[in-house]
């Protein structure tokens, strides 16, 4: 009888005990919130001055020239591939007076644009020839000492249409030398 009781008490002393308010630990703080990237975790030094971002520096572009492109030229470009062009072209005070553009394009076939098949549309800032029977562009710029001869959507002017993809802009000098 003595254990009932001893077991009986015990349960009420283990009850009585769940009872009780005991008070709870303080929870722990968190943690302190990381900073960003772009933020500095100590604060700014009185001695440290801001500066400006640094700008890159841009050399300024040369003006077109103001006065009528003329050259005349007569060379045979090849490029690394051993693809090569005969380019013949001659502009006197803005109005081209013969163009002839031959690509040569190794394994692929041949490109042929001629001012015959073409119209002047445009004579600044840049010259411009639309073909007449195609959608076949030719634009002449001048670009610093340089003369760029180049093409676009005339794969009608090629022999098979796909060798387009290989013409590359004809580089003359002001002095009629092409690169």
């Known amino acids: ?25 303080p929870a722990p703080a968190p943690p302190p919130a ?4 772009y933020e500095s975790p100590l604060p700014p030094s009185p001695l440290v001055e801001e500066t400006p971002p640094v700008r890159p ?33 001659e502009i006197r005070k803005d109005v081209v007076r013969r163009m002839r553009s031959v690509f040569h394009i190794v394994g ?8 015959a098949d ?16 195609t959608r076949c562009i030719a634009r002449i710029r001048e ?5 760029s001869l180049s093409f676009s959507d005339c794969e009608q002017r090629c022999t098979p249409p796909e060798t387009f993809k290989y013409v590359w802009p004809v580089q003359i000098e002001q002095t009629g030398k092409c690169e």
């Open 57 to 89: 520096v841009v050399p300024p572009s040369k003006p077109i020239p103001a006065g009528p492109l003329s050259v005349e030229a007569d060379c045979r470009p090849r490029n690394a591939s051993g693809d090569y062009a005969e380019s013949t072209l």
């Open 108 to 115: 692929h076939g041949q490109c042929t644009f001629e001012l």
């Open 143 to 147: 670009q610093g000492q340089h003369i």
């Open 34 to 37: 990381m900073p960003l990237a």
């Open 118 to 133: 073409m119209k002047q549309t445009k004579t600044r800032p840049f010259i411009e020839l639309h073909g007449k029977r």
């Open 1 to 25: 009888m003595r254990l009932v009781r001893f077991g009986f008490s015990s349960a009420i002393l283990i009850a009585l005990a769940a009872c009780i308010n005991t008070p709870e630990e």
